[in-house]
């Protein structure tokens, strides 16, 4: 149980610490991600278990809608944009890419959950999710560099990080009231926040019927 908590401050450490603590705004941003996640969960602790993806709906104006995720992110962008590289391969390649080309990935990845992340009105026009505000590339690259040292702790060490927020907009040109919400399959299993109401999304039930008080 104590070289469990040694490994587990160790690591929390390394990802708020010597990894993050040479960029501001990535530090900012990893605060900011404990504010957003439930009362218990805390940031600075590599956690033993995996969170699940979640995100919470919630309505800017008649025809807006927030979508405030929180992600595993890393697994996230391994599913969508390379998921024929091993998972370490993938977060050291992604860590060590050029500035401009992970731009270019990360405009993929949002074009790729926008494809598919979407409500269908009861008139059948679609209102795409869209307008990803990712962490910084930066905070990004620490967060690939931070889940690659996990992946090298001994076996019943802590080896997951909590997930990151990710924010997103629906809009169509008539109100978002009652909609049919699809997500991609790269989230499932998310948890759906609604004011009214949670739910899952998942492989067997891939869609649901919202309605937005």
């Known amino acids: 149980m104590a070289l469990k908590r040694i490994s587990t401050w160790v690591v929390c450490d390394l990802v708020l610490g010597t990894v993050l603590r040479p960029h501001v705004q990535a530090v900012a941003f990893f605060a900011a991600a404990i504010a957003f996640l439930p009362t218990g969960s805390v940031c600075a602790q590599a956690q033993t278990v995996a969170h699940y993806n979640a995100v919470e709906l919630k309505r800017e104006s008649a025809t807006t809608v927030q979508f405030a995720f929180a992600l595993n992110l890393p697994q996230v962008l391994h599913v969508l944009l390379a998921p024929q590289l091993a998972y370490p391969a993938f977060l050291q390649t992604y860590a060590d890419m050029p500035d401009p080309v992970f731009e270019k990935e990360v405009t993929k990845a949002g ?95 891939p869609m649901a019927l919202v309605e937005l008080p």
């Open 111 to 205: 074009a790729l959950l926008s494809a598919k992340a979407f409500f269908t009105l009861p008139n059948g026009a679609k209102a795409p999710v869209k307008q990803w505000q990712w962490p910084p590339q930066q905070a990004m690259r620490d967060l690939f560099k931070a889940s690659l040292l996990l992946l090298s702790l001994p076996p019943g060490a802590a080896s997951h990080l909590d997930p990151v927020p990710v924010l997103a907009k629906a809009q169509a040109k008539t109100g978002i009231s009652r909609a049919q919400l699809q997500l991609p399959p790269a989230l499932y299993p998310v948890i759906v926040s609604l004011p009214n109401e949670k739910f899952w999304l998942t492989d067997q039930i």
